[in-house]
């Protein structure tokens, strides 16, 4: 399912649910509940609405949610977000196993994003014993430890204790907290001040929706607080033709060229191999700091090619698209921007942290940085005659690559490239400093790296571990850094020999 755009699409989406919750389900629900009860509903059973809270959350939540893009029913490898029902917890206050309702995160439970909490459809908004002006003052005054009328207290309790027991494990407060019936709705805009030790439990950041009708009069609120990628502080990646909705051409003063690239393991009757699809994009720096990532319209992607001579024409079709689609932002924004070359990106800190060379967004889903380059493959090596592409040759050379040569495209380990071709490296030493963890103690010497701490020094070794580095688009940053030496060295430019001979002649006299 395509992700809702804005506010309008959203409510849309929302009132068909509602529609036909009243329209199909409800009656559907009532009528199983008579047959299978043999018509004793009216006499020992409450209507669905008032005693279950599985139907406000299959009928209702779910379907609100996914309205504002958090989705059940896709994986975070979708570039969806993860939003996982019934997950446990140990509680801080009662050292027992607690399950949320709903707990919403970024790439792990370690970011936490949001939880939900969902009672019967029958539990009124909470009313204090002493009168207070809103909603959101009554809720405030009840965090703050006033009673309230029925269950309320115990239920703030019970949030209060998910939000720090969460805090205690992931040193995060969730950007959000939901408290809903699947009718009325209250929304925690700050949970950290809300349900933290140290928080005001201000009421200006407490919103509460009386009913359907409100949330749907006041829906637009609801999705600028609410939604997805307005929540994680994510502005969508547009096309060239909507970049002047999302920014003035005069705050752009950099390009880089960049890819998707999706890995995947095809099945086969004796063994998987490796599939890598790409899709051109488009990198630009505004002034104040951030990036933006610009979509290709079409949304073309490409797959690399198995047969080797095929190779070049698949590099040369990524080159066309990559640089229709930097014409494209230029034409659009009355620019000449010229891609920025990725060493260039890795000297700069500031720019480099918002936007790492290589970043996994999905299970075997990555962007990937390229700079003036549009491929993360070079069309040839760097250097011609290398004796290391071949398993055999290095195996003889007393420098061959363990377990032994990959004769064929292999996901275990990932290398797509196998012994003899060009794009293949077969050194051990190459391969083991590849592998080698970045630490806290070498980190300096690393420079600037996209992997974190404990994973590896190759910029790309998640998706292609025996890919030549002289044939890889990193290996300008690579090369320059402290920690990693490689056995092949690139022959001297004419002009560099030519003044290195002359010194010689100078100095020893004709050779």
Request: neutral net charge; proline residues 8%.
């Amino acid at each position: 399912m395509r992700p809702v755009r804005n506010a309008d699409d959203s409510l849309r989406q929302f009132r068909k649910i509602c529609e036909d919750y009243e329209r199909y389900y409800r009656p559907l629900i009532t009528t199983i509940r008579k047959r299978l009860t043999d018509g004793s509903s009216g006499k020992h059973l409450l209507p669905h609405d008032e005693c279950l809270e599985a139907h406000s959350r299959v009928y209702i939540v779910n379907a609100l949610l996914a309205a504002l893009n958090w989705r059940l029913d896709k994986s975070p490898g979708d570039g969806l977000p993860n939003l996982v029902p019934e997950t446990p917890i140990r509680s801080e206050e009662w050292e027992t196993i607690r399950f949320f309702d709903y707990l919403g995160f970024e790439k792990g439970p370690e970011n936490p994003l949001l939880i939900v909490e969902t009672k019967r459809p029958n539990t009124p908004l909470p009313h204090a014993l002493t009168q207070a002006p809103t909603y959101s003052e009554i809720v405030s005054r009840g965090l703050a430890g006033e009673p309230l009328q029925g269950e309320w207290n115990k239920w703030l309790d019970s949030l209060r204790d998910y939000v720090c027991s969460l805090y205690k494990r992931t040193q995060e407060a969730p950007r959000r907290v939901v408290l809903t019936n699947g009718d009325w709705l209250i929304l925690f805009l700050d949970p950290f001040d809300a349900f933290l030790k140290d928080g005001t439990r201000n009421p200006n950041l407490i919103i509460v929706f009386l009913d359907r009708s409100d949330i749907e009069k006041r829906f637009r609120d609801l999705f600028l607080h609410l939604e997805h990628g307005l929540v994680l502080g994510e502005t969508p990646a547009p096309t060239p033709r909507e970049l002047l909705f999302y920014i003035d051409p005069g705050t752009v003063d950099q390009a880089m060229h960049g890819l998707h690239l999706h890995y995947i393991e095809e099945p086969g009757i004796y063994q998987k191999k490796p599939v890598i699809k790409v899709a051109p994009i488009l990198f630009l720096h505004l002034l104040h700091g951030s990036w933006l990532r610009v979509e290709t319209t079409s949304q073309e992607e490409y797959e690399l090619p198995h047969q080797k001579k095929l190779l070049s024409k698949h590099l040369r079709e990524v080159k066309k698209a990559a640089r229709k689609l930097l014409d494209q932002v230029n034409e659009v924004l009355q620019t000449s921007l010229q891609p920025l070359p990725l060493s260039q990106h890795y000297k700069d800190e500031n720019a480099f942290e918002p936007i790492r060379g290589v970043v996994e967004y999905g299970t075997d889903k990555f962007l990937v940085v390229t700079g003036d380059k549009t491929h993360y493959i070079l069309p040839e090596p760097l250097i011609s005659d290398c004796p290391y592409h071949d398993w055999f040759m290095c195996n003889t050379n007393g420098v061959g690559a363990n377990p032994g040569p990959i004769v064929r495209r292999s996901v275990e380990p990932r290398s797509f490239f196998m012994s003899g071709e060009l794009q293949y490296c077969a050194h051990r030493d190459v391969i083991s400093a590849k592998e080698n963890q970045i630490t806290v103690h070498n980190r300096e010497r690393c420079g600037l790296r996209s992997g974190e701490e404990g994973q590896a020094f190759c910029e790309i070794w998640r998706f292609e571990q025996h890919l030549c580095c002289r044939t890889c688009v990193f290996e300008e940053v690579c090369k320059k850094s402290e920690v990693f030496r490689l056995p092949c060295i690139p022959p001297e430019p004419p002009a560099v020999r030519t003044i290195t001979h002359s010194l010689r002649r100078r100095n020893h006299g004709p050779s």
